[in-house]
């Protein structure tokens, strides 16, 4: 069974840099089959994709979020990871991570989320 | 504002159907397959619905997904109180090439 879980710190400061983890047990990242992305959802709202990576190391991020992300992975501990930079108490949310599919675009595991606040 | 538009709450008796709509365009819905979740409180989504009307395994007949044209429906039969959730719908948008989804539609069982 697939499992994904993410880590980091719980609470950045204003200006700084998040970073999250996403250790992905129970199956390879270094497949064909599959992107892996990063979502959140601040309190009390909807769903917004952050961004996603491709096992030939191909990296797609949201258009609004695109100067501030960057994602990577390493294949030899099999996770995949989030940097946001500059950060203000817009980016408080919870952090998932999850797997999409390459044809059928749908995300069928997701992490249980971190909640990440921004404060200082 | 979310890309995809869906009813921010739908309501219905126990037992009753329900559908909650997903509307987008060309670039995202008209080209690409769509997929629902259901969020309980305080979990992660969860995958009801992928490639517009195919239910994962585990998941309930109870539950079914269409499309047509730019447009995505989600359909729920025999309702129950443990359905009570937000659901949301997602697709990919070729002209962003982004991931997009739906503002989310809160069910609530009467």
């Known amino acids: 069974q697939l499992q994904l879980q993410e880590s980091g710190p719980g609470l950045v400061k204003p200006s700084e840099t998040l970073s999250l983890t996403c250790t992905v047990s129970g199956g390879s990242i270094s497949t064909t089959s599959y992107y892996w992305d990063w979502i959140r959802q601040p309190p009390g709202k909807g769903l917004e994709w952050i961004g996603s990576?491709?096992?030939?190391?191909?990296?797609y991020y949201n258009p609004s979020l695109k100067s501030r992300v960057t994602i990577s992975v390493d294949t030899s501990k099999n996770q995949f990871s989030l940097k946001l930079s500059s950060v203000t108490a817009a980016d408080t949310a919870v952090y998932y991570c999850?797997?999409?599919?390459?044809?059928?675009?749908?995300?069928?595991?997701w992490g249980q989320g971190i909640l990440v606040t921004v404060s200082s | 504002q979310s890309v995809l538009t869906q009813p921010p709450s739908v309501s219905a008796a126990p037992g009753q159907k329900v559908t909650i709509s997903c509307s987008g365009s060309?670039?995202?819905?008209?080209?690409?397959?769509v997929s629902w979740y259901q969020q309980l409180p305080g979990t992660a989504p969860k995958l009801l619905i992928y490639?517009?009307?195919k239910r994962p395994s585990g998941i309930a007949d109870r539950f079914s997904g269409s499309k047509s044209g730019t447009s995505a429906t989600l359909g729920i039969t025999g309702l129950q109180t443990g359905d009570e959730a937000d659901y949301y719908c997602?697709?990919?948008?070729?002209?962003?090439?982004?991931?997009?989804f739906g503002g989310g539609t809160k069910l609530t069982v009467l």
């Open positions: 999850a797997r999409r599919g390459v044809v059928t675009t749908s995300h069928d595991y």
């Open positions: 490639d517009n009307n």
């Open positions: 997602g697709t990919w948008d070729s002209s962003l090439s982004a991931g997009v």
């Open positions: 060309s670039s995202n819905i008209g080209n690409n397959y």
């Open positions: 990576f491709y096992y030939s190391g191909s990296t």
